[in-house]
């Protein structure tokens, strides 16, 4: 009997994609056969966003080219009907510390509740991600100071680009 292929959804807004989130996707494909990452765009967020969906895929795109395993999609809607989809059963989230729990473990518990076979797994950061986030580096950056030592180069590149 064949296995089907296990597949993990890493969701996110990747405004931008960060090495902390690297990190994590990167460490997802060691529990998956294939990730998927899911690149979320709701119409509510375009007001604050960096960078349009269509351009956060590109850059996620660019940094695993290398990774055949990897498919960046965008989603709008629930998580799980994206992720059946997909066929994935393993969400994955990085949990950067207690801030970040409450959020986490309520939507992981909702997301079960609405489809049972949806297993969320929480995956401590690299202590020195652990403080890294999108939002911080969006702001950072609006205000002159360097991100480049939390994005890839590519990352980095576009983000100075928009900066300027
Ligand atoms: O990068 P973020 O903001 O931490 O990502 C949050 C995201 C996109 C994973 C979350 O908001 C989400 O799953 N949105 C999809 C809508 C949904 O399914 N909502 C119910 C969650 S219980």
């Not at 652990?130 to 360097?146: K, M, P």
Request: glycine share 6%.
């Amino acid at each position: 009997m064949t296995e089907s292929p296990r597949v993990a959804i890493c969701p996110g807004s990747f405004d931008p994609l960060t090495l902390g989130h690297e990190d994590i996707i990167r460490r997802a494909l060691g529990l998956a056969d294939r990730v998927v990452i899911a690149v979320s765009h709701s119409p509510s967020q375009i007001k604050r966003q960096l960078f349009d969906v269509d351009q956060r895929i590109e850059m996620i795109q660019e940094v695993f080219a290398d990774e055949g395993r990897v498919k960046v999609l965008p989603f709008q809607g629930l998580l799980v009907d994206f992720a059946r989809k997909q066929g994935a059963t393993i969400v994955v989230r990085g949990l950067r510390g207690v801030k970040d729990f409450e959020y986490e473990f309520q939507m992981a518990l909702m997301n079960r509740r609405l489809d049972v076979s949806m297993e969320t797994v929480f995956l401590a950061p690299e202590p020195e991600y652990a403080f890294v986030s999108s939002t911080l580096i969006r702001e950072i950056s609006a205000l002159g100071g360097s991100v480049d030592q939390f994005l890839s180069p590519s990352v980095a590149r576009r983000v100075a680009a928009v900066a300027r």
